[in-house]
């Protein structure tokens, strides 16, 4: 799969812009805050409905005007497929394949699979399991069409149940039937997200550790690791013991919406004692997995979005990673860096083409 062209129209800082690209390696290269990224977040649009920066559609339009819109044209599975993602101001995102709009988005995600690293990506380490929580259903709902609607399902019985609690605390009563009836719904979901998280897990860390030993050359012990509160105990009986708890708090405080991922090198906490170039490393070989998870399970190579990732790396593991990408595993990548000079010197070392785009305030020209 890879996107043949691109056009822009009123999105973030382009008026209008259209872009043909290569099926290999595409770099953007320009000052910091001439729209290099927004392209990649526009490529990120066509394949997972929304922006990878900023939830709010209506903030990717441009200053003053009343709309946005992307379209893109792909080959997949050696067949033409167009995509257009249209906002307007104060109405529904449309969102079409070959000028047929969706039901619901959802039945979009993971027919263009899209990996994407970015500084931003930080947050994974850094927040809260929510961040990390994320990063494990992205990956699932791209190759899996029922996870996302069991997810769906799961936080709406959550809110039935965490609503319930606040009405106790109110009027001091509740109906054991109903709270009965909300537990057995919550259990059916979450046993079948946490055995889809689980299963995934086992597919997923040999993949990460593979491409960790590779960029650092089996230099440093790290691990990754999946913790739920399911693992020890069955759900129905978190949900029965912490029901006292639960009434206090006013919230449902046991479940797979409390699961997460465990970060450490050499034992201890990658977030207070990993450098930045290690939680760097980990943060690529998370989602350099990714890509390897995405690719067995669709049968063909996603996109691969690498923002400003040079940063905070040294040369022996950019080399590393450009190498790697660069070949045969790898399928389309997109890159942004501010440097021209240093794109075309690293993929002149490792003898790979590269299709070079100068990005100036919101113009692309090919360079």
Partial sequence: MWLKNITLLNFKNYADASISFSKTVNAFVG?????????????????????????????????????FLIQGDFDRKEKNEKITCGVKRNQKKQFKRNKKEYDKLADH?????????????????IDGSEERRRFMDNVISQTDTHYLDEL???????????????????????????????????VQSGEKIFAKRKQFMLDFIPLFDKYYQFLTDDNEQVS???????????????????????????????????????FTITEMPL???????????????????QYAYLQKYKGFKPLLLLDDIFDKLDDNRMHKLMEMVSHHD?????????????????????????????????????A
């Fill in 31 to 67: 000052n910091n805050g001439a729209g290099k990224t927004n392209l990649l977040d526009a490529i990120h649009y066509l394949c997972l409905c929304k922006g990878y920066f900023n939830p709010i559609d209506s903030q990717q339009i441009k200053t003053a005007e009343d709309l």
């Fill in 271 to 289: 977030k207070k004692f990993g450098s930045q170039g290690q939680q760097k490393s980990f943060l690529i070989a998370l989602k350099l997995a």
């Fill in 109 to 125: 995600i993971g027919l263009f699979p899209l990996v994407m690293i970015s500084p931003y990506d930080t947050n994974i380490i």
């Fill in 152 to 186: 769906i399902l799961y936080n709406r019985h959550l809110l039935n149940r965490n609503a319930l609690f606040k009405q106790i605390a109110i009027t001091r009563s509740y109906d054991p039937t109903l709270l009965e009836i909300y537990n057995e719904q919550l």
């Fill in 224 to 262: 990754l690791q999946y913790q739920s509160q399911l693992s020890d105990t069955p759900f129905e009986q978190l949900l029965t013991q912490s029901i006292e708890k639960d009434k206090i708090l006013e919230r449902t405080t046991t479940g797979i919406h409390k699961d997460d991922l465990i």
């Fill in 330 to 366: 790898f399928g389309q990548i997109f890159i942004t860096d501010t440097g021209r000079e240093r794109v075309l010197a690293l993929f002149n070392k490792i003898n790979v083409p590269v299709t070079l785009f100068e990005v100036n305030n919101g113009s692309v020209n090919h």
